[in-house]
């Protein structure tokens, strides 16, 4: 393990600090995301949430970049992102808590995917280093990303930090499970970003807009509004804002 030297400590116990805050899973992404642009400055760091029916994907980072290019980054991810090789990791049951896509595939064929062309190269990404998380349904990561491979340090600082990372986000989920909205005429379970999408319905965005301001696709938020029409029992996106669910 490579030695750390004391900024490293101080940053690190800064990291564990801040993962101690209760925050509810809609907004763990955003809080890990910048927690670790902390820890390992220098980095470009992503989380990624990807939903089983793999219409939702959810994508928070600490790139600078427009609403606009940003939804038709998220776009392109969400048909290309099979290509990176820690799906298949994952998906065939890989368990380690640390990977290094470096391990799984080399340059060449990575540089041969459309996930590099098109989701690597733009931003100058060449390595990358996943920190899974657990989440029955999801496929939940952290990422950090490089134009060179990842330091021992940086790796030896998430190693420290992976298991404190792993019990905040449990932590998120299982606030998340608790404060699920059930729903007066069905019955069903509204779940967060649903709760979400349907506040922004009620302030009259559409779901272009919904989609720019959570980051991710205008197909995804069209599939939250039809499950929200659905277990409100209503039709249009009018009856359902004047069903009388509560918007917060």
């Known amino acids: 393990m490579e030695r750390l030297h004391h900024s490293d400590y101080l940053r690190l116990l800064d990291f564990v600090a801040?993962?101690?805050?209760?925050?509810?899973?809609?907004?763990?992404g955003a809080h890990l995301v910048r927690l670790t642009s902390e820890l390992l400055p220098g980095a470009t760091i992503a989380f990624d949430q990807i939903g089983a029916d793999g219409l939702f994907y959810g994508f928070d980072h600490n790139?600078?970049?427009?609403?606009?290019?940003?939804?038709?980054?998220?776009?392109?991810?969400?048909?290309?992102?099979?290509q990176n090789p820690i799906y298949g990791y994952i998906t065939g049951g890989g368990s380690d808590r640390i990977v290094d896509?470096?391990?799984l595939a080399s340059r060449r064929?990575?540089?041969?995917?459309?996930?590099?062309?098109?989701?690597?190269?733009?931003?100058?990404?060449?390595?990358?280093?996943?920190?899974?998380?657990?989440?029955?349904?999801?496929?939940?990561?952290?990422?950090?990303?490089?134009?060179?491979?990842i330091p021992p340090r940086m790796k030896t600082l998430?190693?420290?930090?992976?298991?404190?990372?792993?019990?905040?986000?449990?932590?998120?989920?299982?606030?998340d499970k608790i404060s699920?909205?059930?729903?007066?005429?069905?019955?069903?379970?509204?779940?967060?970003?649903?709760?979400?999408?349907?506040?922004?319905?009620?302030?009259?965005?559409?779901?272009?807009?919904?989609?720019?301001?959570?980051?991710?696709?205008?197909?995804?938020?069209?599939?939250?509004?039809?499950n929200i029409l659905r277990k409100t029992g209503t039709e249009t996106r009018t009856a359902a804002v004047r069903s009388g669910l509560p918007a917060d």
């Open 158 to 175: 998430l190693a420290l930090a992976v298991r404190h990372i792993q019990l905040a986000h449990s932590n998120a989920c299982a606030m």
């Open 18 to 28: 801040g993962l101690q805050e209760p925050v509810a899973l809609e907004d763990f």
């Open 63 to 82: 790139v600078e970049i427009s609403p606009e290019e940003l939804a038709r980054f998220v776009s392109r991810l969400q048909e290309v992102y099979q």
């Open 101 to 103: 896509i470096a391990d």
């Open 180 to 226: 699920r909205v059930v729903m007066p005429t069905s019955g069903e379970l509204l779940t967060a970003r649903e709760a979400e999408v349907f506040r922004w319905m009620v302030e009259g965005k559409r779901n272009g807009e919904i989609a720019i301001i959570l980051g991710c696709s205008p197909r995804t938020v069209d599939k939250h509004v039809q």
């Open 109 to 149: 064929q990575l540089h041969r995917t459309d996930f590099y062309h098109d989701i690597f190269r733009p931003y100058g990404i060449e390595h990358q280093v996943n920190v899974l998380l657990s989440r029955p349904g999801w496929i939940s990561t952290l990422t950090i990303n490089r134009d060179r491979p």
